[in-house]
């Protein structure tokens, strides 16, 4: 393809997208294919002559959308939220464009220095303390752009254990690294994201999965009693992560009793995971889950969840950078520049070398939208998820199962008095097996205090009250129909 089919191909492909967006509704919202669909639509080996690009294009609509999960669908209710606002595709598009790999400072300087102001824009934004920001006097800290956030938890469980190993070789200098590592313990909810359970597999470190109150919230006690327990039986407690929004329920971990525990114990390293409500705390009215953040070593919000800008955009940030760069600098010659030590080098934040220019496309939308437009979609987003909790509320047959905070609502059918527990897990399965074969809306389970509920989360970028209805109209067929039957 040379420069003048791709004028005329990418105009083409921006039209494609746009009437794939607005005929979206038209289309199943989850495909109904078997794996291995396309092993049979597709050539077994790739082409060795060139082929036409409008060829590729029609294979693209009859072979490939066909099998597509449409996340931005207005049925779909799954997971959470991944945004894909036009801005930030354009950021992504003039990203991959410019085509520079933004490892270090003198590979790109606009690269490094736009996520740098980018990720104090959204510090701000966010509310958090200065110490997280890097163009403050005298800060240590900073913000880096990740491309999920359990890379995130991972290079801040590295940076912890780094850290701890340093401090226990320092009290210890004759004992063998492997045998300081094999102390070293980490801690979270059982409702954290299973990102940090990862983690901590792959730092080869103990982790130790706690159990939160009745509202899935890890308290201050059951964290101090677990690791006084085991700095007793000879351990070295050195991480805890606590979670603003859990995947699961939206849960969030008492941070103001977490806090104040994690700082009786040396040199422990607090990370604060807001994957998915992070975007929010850039709304007044939701600031105050960020209660007792000025404990946090390190805080990440996923801006490609809750924020409408497109996959990937995981924000982290530090309050030492040098503690982070510490455990990850290999430094080869060929990567050296003359800035070296003065300037940002990222490639040092995280664990790809490669990186790309994506803080342009959270310019991009901070830019179009305003923080003002930003607030009024995550408004809406969590006032349709209120709106979807009445609804369930008023129907005597099922329960509401989380609280309701930002735009996740659990629920689940609260079966008859003959039925035990089991029977009414099952119930909800076959509810929620049904309505996703069904391809009328996609939702996805979870569990909560060991039953099994249903989650709906408010996805769609221009969700409205019909929406909710819809979805709500469409899962009390469903529950009539399993009561019933499908011909009664
Ligand atoms: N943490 C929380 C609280 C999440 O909800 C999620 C995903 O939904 C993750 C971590 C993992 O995110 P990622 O896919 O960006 O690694």
């Not at 078997?34 to 082409?47: M, S, V």
């Not at 525990?261 to 975007?279: E, M, Q, T």
Request: proline share 5%; net charge negative.
């Amino acid at each position: 393809m040379d420069v003048e089919e791709f004028r005329v191909r990418g105009k083409e492909m921006v039209d494609y997208i746009c009437t794939y967006m607005t005929t979206l509704s038209k289309r199943r919202v989850t495909p109904s294919v078997e794996p291995g669909y396309l092993r049979t639509e597709l050539p077994t080996e790739a082409p060795f002559l060139p082929e036409n690009f409008s060829d590729v294009m029609k294979d693209v609509e009859n072979k490939i959308m066909p099998g597509v999960t449409h996340w931005q669908h207005p049925r779909f209710h799954a997971y959470f939220p991944s945004g894909n606002g036009y801005p930030s595709i354009l950021g992504d598009m003039l990203s991959a464009g410019i085509g520079c790999i933004g490892f270090s400072w003198a590979a790109s300087p606009a690269c490094t220095e736009l996520e740098i102001i980018m990720l104090d824009w959204m510090g701000k934004a966010i509310g958090l303390p200065p110490a997280f920001l890097q163009l403050e006097e005298g800060s240590k800290g900073g913000g880096v752009i990740q491309g999920s956030a359990s890379e995130c938890v991972l290079v801040c469980m590295l940076a912890a254990r780094a850290a701890g190993i340093k401090r226990l070789k320092h009290q210890f200098p004759t004992v063998d690294e492997g045998l300081l590592l094999s102390k070293l313990i980490a801690y979270c909810s059982k409702e954290a994201h299973s990102c940090v359970e990862k983690a901590a597999m792959i730092s080869f470190v103990k982790m130790r999965i706690l159990q939160p109150d009745e509202h899935g919230s890890l308290r201050g006690d059951t964290l101090r009693e677990a690791m006084e327990e085991d700095e007793e039986a000879g351990l070295v407690p050195f991480f805890v992560a606590a979670t603003l929004g859990t995947t699961g329920t939206c849960a969030f971990d008492n941070l103001p009793e977490i806090g104040p525990v994690v700082r009786k114990f040396p040199s422990v390293w607090l990370h604060v995971d807001a994957a998915y409500a992070g975007s929010s705390f850039i709304c007044p009215e939701h600031k105050y889950h960020l209660a007792g953040i000025e404990y946090a070593d390190s805080f990440n919000t996923n801006s490609n969840k809750m924020m409408l800008t497109n996959f990937d955009c995981s924000l982290m940030w530090v309050t030492n950078r040098y503690l982070l760069t510490s455990a990850l600098v290999v430094d080869p010659l060929y990567l050296q520049h003359c800035y070296d030590g003065t300037a940002i080098d990222y490639r040092h934040w995280g664990i790809p070398l490669s990186r790309r220019f994506r803080s342009l496309k959270l310019w991009f939308m901070l830019r179009s939208y305003g923080i003002s437009g930003l607030q009024k979609y995550i408004r809406r987003h969590c006032e349709l998820a209120k709106y979807f909790e009445q609804l369930v509320k008023k129907d005597k047959r099922f329960e509401v199962c989380n609280q309701v905070k930002l735009g996740l609502v659990c629920f689940r059918l609260v079966g008859s008095r003959e039925e035990n527990e089991q029977q009414v897990d099952e119930l909800n399965k076959k509810l929620l097996t049904n309505i996703n074969a069904s391809g009328k809306l996609h939702m996805v389970p979870s569990s909560f205090r060991d039953r099994y509920v249903i989650r709906f989360c408010v996805v769609h970028q221009h969700a409205t009250r019909e929406d909710i209805e819809y979805a709500w109209d469409t899962i009390t067929d469903f529950a009539a129909e399993l009561y019933e039957g499908p011909d009664k």
